[in-house]
């Protein structure tokens, strides 16, 4: 199976940016969406953003013209590019995938990394 780990989360002020990264190792070979989600405290997980295997896109409509999805698909790696962050973006965030070329959905992901925590600071 696919394992996934996330690195790259830690505390910002607001206004700054980060770089989530997700690598993915085990089964990895043959087609994946892949995607990130965050939960805040109290809150449900919700979908950040999504990309299919041909590079396709889906974003949360509050993350638009701030977050940037993309994969490196020769170092099996996966990415989040985070800019103008908000307070209320502090979240434990994390990677997933799904073993299917396209996406379609947010619940459509069966393969999860542990987490890794954003804080933005006002």
């Known amino acids: 199976d696919v394992q996934l780990v996330e690195s790259g989360g830690g505390s910002v002020q607001a206004g700054g940016s980060l770089r989530l990264s997700c690598a993915a190792s085990g089964n990895t070979r043959g087609a994946y969406c892949m995607g990130w989600f965050r939960q805040a405290p109290g809150k449900e997980r919700e979908g950040v953003a999504r990309?299919?295997?041909?590079?396709?896109?889906t974003y949360t409509d509050s993350m638009k013209g701030r977050f940037t999805i993309s994969r490196d698909n020769s170092k099996n790696n996966l990415y989040l590019q985070m800019n103008s962050l908000k307070p209320e973006d502090t979240a434990l965030y994390y990677c997933?995938?799904?073993?299917?070329?396209?996406?379609?959905?947010?619940?459509?992901?069966?393969?999860w990394g542990q987490g890794t925590q954003v804080t933005v600071s006002s």
């Open positions: 990309i299919d295997t041909y590079g396709s896109t």
């Open positions: 997933a995938a799904s073993r299917t070329s396209v996406c379609y959905s947010w619940s459509q992901f069966n393969v």
